[in-house]
């Protein structure tokens, strides 16, 4: 006789710490701009604000939210 199949959730750590911090003030990073040349750190506010144009110019955004 074959056990049930039983799903389990993958526990993945997070994506930021509380050292991670905003590039612009300071404040605790939630995303994360990748660009050719560099990472920048954004809190959800600067985030908003700065997303539309890095997506623009090429940066590839991964975010808690």
């Known amino acids: 006789m074959t056990e049930p199949a039983v799903e389990t959730a993958a526990v993945l750590p997070p994506m930021f710490t509380t050292l991670d911090r ?5 404040a605790q990073a939630k995303s994360r701009a ?3 040349n ?3 750190l954004f809190c959800g506010h600067h985030s908003n604000k700065f997303g539309a144009g890095l997506l ?3 940066a ?6």
């Open 22 to 26: 905003c590039d612009r003030c300071g």
């Open 34 to 36: 990748l660009l050719p």
């Open 38 to 40: 560099g990472t920048l």
């Open 56 to 58: 623009a110019a090429g």
């Open 60 to 65: 590839a955004i991964e975010s808690e939210f």
